[in-house]
C-alpha cells in the first residue's frame, strides 16, 4: 500500500466494466432482524422533482435516514446485525442473528462481555445504543476532532469515551490494540484476520436497498438507473455495490468523498490501496484516508464511477434539501453535490448511460443532528 498526498485534479474516476460483475442476493433473515428491533419502520424514500428537473433528469429520490430506530443515521443498521451476529458466535448460534432478547436472556445480568469501537460519530454511537439494549458496557474511541454533542451523544447512551488526539486511522489501531479476550470490536473497517465482524456490518446495510426496491414499484418505478452513495472507508459503498449488482436491472453505482479526504479514488485511479492524507472537513464521516481492505476488491471490481466534492458544495446540497423537506448533513447530503459534479458534465453522463430520463437514488445516511459541527462515522 502506498501513501500520497491528495491531489484534489484528480477527483473523477469511472469503470466501464462495473456492470458486468455480478453477485449473489443475501438471504431475508438480515432484514427479518431488524424487523424485530424496536422501532424498527422503513425510513423514507422522497421524490424530489424540483431537485431532478435542475439536474436534467427524469426522477430524483433520496433515501432519508435521518431518523433509524431512534438514532440520526443509518448506522444502526450494520452495528446492530453485526453485534448480534458476533454475539450469537459466542453463544454457539453461529450461523444466525439472535433477537437482542434472545440475546439478553442467553448472556443474563453475570456477562463478562463487552463492545467497543473506534468511530467519528455515528457507528460508535450507534454500538453503544445497542450495547445499551443489551445491558452490556461499551468503549467508545474517537479522534478529538468529533463534535462536542457527538461525544455527549455517545456517552448519554451509557458508553465509556476515550478521546485520542490522533487521526482516525490511528484511532481504529489503538481500539485495535486494546480489544481482545472479553471485549468485543465492532469495527467498520477490516484487516487481515479481522473480516467477519465488518462483512456483517456490511451485510446488515442491505436492509436499507431492500426497502428502496420496495418503495420504488410501491411508486410505480422498476427499476433505478443510478445509485449514489457517500464513501469513507468504502463500507457502506461495497454494501451498496453488492446488493445493486444482484438485482435484475443493474444501475450504476456512483461512490461520493471530500476532496480532502478521496481514498477511494485516488486507490482506483492507482489500481491499488492507496492511503492519503487528510484533511478537516464538514463531512466528517468521510474523512478517512485508508479503504477497508474488505471493500477494496468489491470497489475495485463493481464500481462504476468515484468523484470527489468541496465542502461548499456538501453545504449547498445540505441547504438545498432541506428546502425540499429533508433532513441532511454533510455526508449524507454529499450525494447530492456529487451527483451534480458529474450531470453537469456531458461525458460524465455518457459513461455513466444516463439520459434526461433516468431515475437516480441519493443515499442520505444522516441527519443534520448525527453532525452539528459541520452544519458523522465513517461508512
Known sequence: MTVKPVDSTAGWYVNAAARSWRTSPLDSTIREFHRSLPGYAPTPLVAVPEIAATVNMGSVFVKDESQRLGLPAFKILGASYAISRALSARLDAADRALSLEELRDRLGSSSKLSLAAATDGNHGRAVAHVANLLGLPATIYVPDGVSQAAKHAIVGEGATLFVLDVPYDDVVQHAKS??????????????????????????????????????????????????????????????????????????????????????????????????????????????????????????????????????????????????????????????????????????????????????????????????????????
Not at 259 to 272: E, F, I, K
Not at 299 to 310: E, H, R
Not at 353 to 377: D, M, Q, W
Open 178 to 379: 486494546v480489544s481482545t479476550g472479553d471485549v468485543v470490536l465492532i469495527q467498520d473497517t477490516a484487516w487481515s484476520g479481522y473480516e467477519d465482524i465488518p462483512q456483517w456490518i456490511v451485510d446488515g446495510y442491505d436492509t436499507m436497498f431492500a426497502e428502496i426496491d420496495e418503495q420504488l414499484r410501491e411508486a410505480g418505478i422498476d427499476h433505478v438507473d443510478l445509485v449514489v452513495a457517500p464513501s469513507g472507508v468504502g463500507s457502506f459503498a461495497q454494501a451498496v455495490v453488492a446488493h445493486y449488482r444482484s438485482t435484475e436491472h443493474v444501475p450504476a453505482v456512483l461512490s461520493v468523498e471530500p476532496d480532502t479526504a478521496s481514498s477511494v479514488t485516488s486507490s482506483l485511479n492507482a489500481g491499488q490501496l492507496t492511503s492519503v492524507f487528510t484533511a478537516d472537513t464538514i463531512m466528517t464521516g468521510l474523512n478517512c484516508g485508508t479503504v477497508s481492505d474488505l471493500a477494496w476488491p468489491i470497489l475495485q471490481a463493481g464500481l462504476d464511477a468515484s468523484v470527489t466534492v468541496a465542502d461548499s458544495d456538501a453545504a449547498d446540497a445540505v441547504r438545498d434539501l432541506a428546502q425540499q423537506g429533508v433532513d441532511s448533513g454533510p455526508c449524507g447530503a454529499s450525494t447530492l453535490a456529487g451527483a451534480r459534479a458529474v450531470l453537469s458534465h456531458p461525458d460524465r453522463r455518457a459513461a455513466l448511460g444516463l439520459t434526461t430520463e433516468s431515475v437516480i437514488v441519493l443515499l442520505s445516511t444522516e441527519g443534520r443532528a448525527a453532525n452539528p459541527k459541520g452544519f458523522g462515522s465513517t461508512i
